[in-house]
Nanobody
């Protein structure tokens, strides 16, 4: 079993930036995808951004042009650079990793965007 450790959430003003980090550790075979989901109060968990090994990257329409996902494969780490933050970005952000046949989730980190 692998574990995902997240860091980087917090409180930021609208228009500001935050950077989330997530590192996978433990019994890792070959991670084929890493990414970020988020869940706002009263809403379903949704995909924010995901990077698939081989180069494919997908973003939610709501974050395109503002958020950037990147990976360090040597460190089994994924980052989410969040710029031009909006109040509607407020949510708990969860790291995700796929190491077939397993899928892993982080414990979640709170991101709050408010003035």
């Amino acid at each position: 079993q692998a574990q995902l450790g997240e860091s980087g959430g917090g409180l930021e003003q609208p228009g500001g930036s935050l950077r989330l980090s997530c590192a996978a550790s433990g019994m890792i075979s070959k991670i084929t995808a890493m990414g970020w989901y988020r869940q706002a109060p009263g809403k379903q968990r949704e995909l924010v951004a995901i990077n698939v090994s081989g180069g494919s990257t997908n973003y939610a329409d709501s974050v395109k042009g503002r958020f950037t996902i990147s990976r360090d494969n040597a460190k089994n780490t994924v980052y989410l650079q969040m710029d031009s933050l909006k109040p509607e970005d407020t949510a708990v952000y969860y790291c995700y990793a796929r190491d077939p046949p397993f899928e892993y989730w982080g414990q979640g980190t709170q991101v709050t965007v408010s003035s």
